[in-house]
């Protein structure tokens, strides 16, 4: 009985992430679903990819809390289109919230949408939004044994980015020991080492970001 | 309908952890809720207090993990009795789990006993488990604001333990400002700043366990 109430749910949530999906394409938005533990970097990660790609690509985010509108209004100061939502207690993102905010969106004005979903390495696991990319983001502090104890995240991510490598003088974090942890996990997904509080590794971060939206406008063009 | 299972869940939870707090109160036993954000530094915590404390009072803990058994092996390599606990996928423990962990504890031996949840910011405030006290631990790279995006677990409350002080050089974390902020949203609670990296301020934390221990055991005395 519970599993039943539970399936109806994710495919409820499913049936609204595939009208998520097809309303981005065809608006031609990659939207990127960027999950991590609570303060991990997303919104600075996200501020710097902005100062990096304005000039390529025009930006929309939009962010997931359980509340307050604090990391939208940091956009918003900084120039970028964001609209928050709240959920109010729940421990992610669904796709309807996600829809809901697609309707209050300049969809036309869009190239890359970033979804910050809630601080959270287990709960949005379970949710597709119908991104194009899902990203996870790990923070050096956090420690390098993470993809043992959350492997679903780790599992889906299409790309991984260690965050906070400015600390990494001042943490036990193993790089090395944590690459072949994650790649035992996933060998697909691109990896990046980057602080968003420096600025180094931005650059290679934006290079992939704007070739999947090549890739994406590309395989567009051809249907 | 939805909200009628919600109850059901909520309400048989509570009955058990009913149980396992009648169990402990028995036993003598002064169990702690430890809750945190991935990475915050529970476990660590966990291993200098046992240091600390270990002359004073028989410590064992029950680890709570989506997976792996990772710090319940940390753990009893430092000689401290744990129990690992893995959720398969749910963000927080719930007062069942430590309760089939409670059966399986040298319960006569046990003076302090942590409960380490799930790594998660938001799930585990929802559940009690029977303990005695709520300690939520939050580490300075985190952040200052998390209070306002996740008000319910630093609301509840019984102590905040700020850790990773000795990041506090290399992190925009303003100690004063996250201090006002958290008292805005729980004024009882006390408030420790540790490194528990370094062993900074667990002296104080230390002693408030232990005068924790003290008071349950007179009022347990004087029934």
Redesign the interface.
């Known amino acids: 009985m ?1 599993i039943k ?1 539970l399936k109806d749910i994710l495919s409820a949530n499913n049936q609204i992430a595939a009208q998520n999906r097809q309303l981005l394409a065809s608006k031609r938005i990659m939207a990127i679903n960027l999950m991590s ?3 991990s970097g997303k919104t600075t990660l996200i501020l710097r990819t902005f100062e990096k790609l304005k000039d390529k690509a025009r930006m929309a985010v939009i962010e997931g ?4 509108s ?1 990391d939208a209004e940091k956009l918003g100061r900084a120039g970028v289109t964001a609209i928050q939502i709240n959920t109010g ?3 992610h993102l669904d796709a309807s919230m996600v829809n809901s905010a697609l309707l209050n969106l300049p969809l036309d004005d869009i190239d890359i949408l970033f979804i910050e979903n ?6 949005p696991g ?1 949710f597709d939004l119908g991104e194009y990319l899902k990203v996870v983001i790990l ?1 050096t ?3 390098d ?2 993809p ?5 995240l780790f599992t889906q991510a299409n790309a991984l980015v260690i965050n ?1 490598t ?2 990494l003088p ?3 974090f193993d790089l090395a020991a944590f690459t072949r942890t994650f790649q035992s996990f996933n060998q697909r997904a691109a990896l990046f080492t980057v602080s968003a509080f420096t600025g180094e590794g931005i650059e290679e971060w934006g290079k992939w970001v704007m070739d999947n939206l090549r890739k994406l406008r590309t395989a567009n063009k051809s249907k």
Chains 1, 2 share one sequence.
């Open positions: 519970e109430v533990s609570p303060g809390d359980v509340s307050s604090i207690g729940g421990c809630v601080g959270n390495l287990i709960c379970g923070s502090p956090e420690g044994d993470k043992h104890k959350y492997p679903l906070k400015d600390l001042h943490v036990s």
